[in-house]
Nanobody, 124 residues
Framework: QVQLVESGGGLVQAGGSLRLSCAASGRTYRIYNMGWFRQAPGKEREFVAA????????YYAGSVKGRFTISRDNAKNTVYLQMNSLKPDDTAIYYCAADNLVRTLLAGAGVGYWGQGTQVTVSS
């Protein structure tokens, strides 16, 4: 079992930056691939980024590539999402996720574990 708790959301102006954190607990955290998803009002939840258990590979949605960076610190059981050059379209609830298969995270279906989400609002 893995428990995930996000933090770091808030209100920021367009062009600004935020860093989200996801603290994981559970004895098997280090064997999980981790990801970030987001859901905007009236829209379906969408994949944002993922990182493999070792941190050796990262994946991004086209809409955030070059602006967002996912990373993890396994010593702290924490995964991060650094978000730069934020746009109003990035406004959403951001969710942390974990799964033992990275392809499951990339597909966004059948993901094993979810956090409760943190709100990110980007004003124009």
């Amino acid at each position: 079992q893995v428990q995930l708790v996000e933090s770091g959301g808030g209100l920021v102006q367009a062009g600004g930056s935020l860093r989200l954190s996801c603290a994981a607990s559970g004895r098997t955290y280090r064997i999980y691939n981790m990801g970030w998803f987001r859901q905007a009002p009236g829209k379906e939840r969408e994949f944002v980024a993922a990182i493999t258990e070792s941190g050796g590979s990262t994946y991004y949605a086209g809409s955030v590539k070059g602006r967002f960076t996912i990373s993890r610190d396994n010593a702290k059981n924490t995964v991060y999402l650094q978000m730069n050059s934020l746009k109003p379209d990035d406004t959403a609830i951001y969710y942390c996720a974990a799964d033992n298969l990275v392809r499951t995270l990339l597909a966004g279906a059948g993901v094993g574990y979810w956090g409760q989400g943190t709100q990110v609002t980007v004003s124009s």
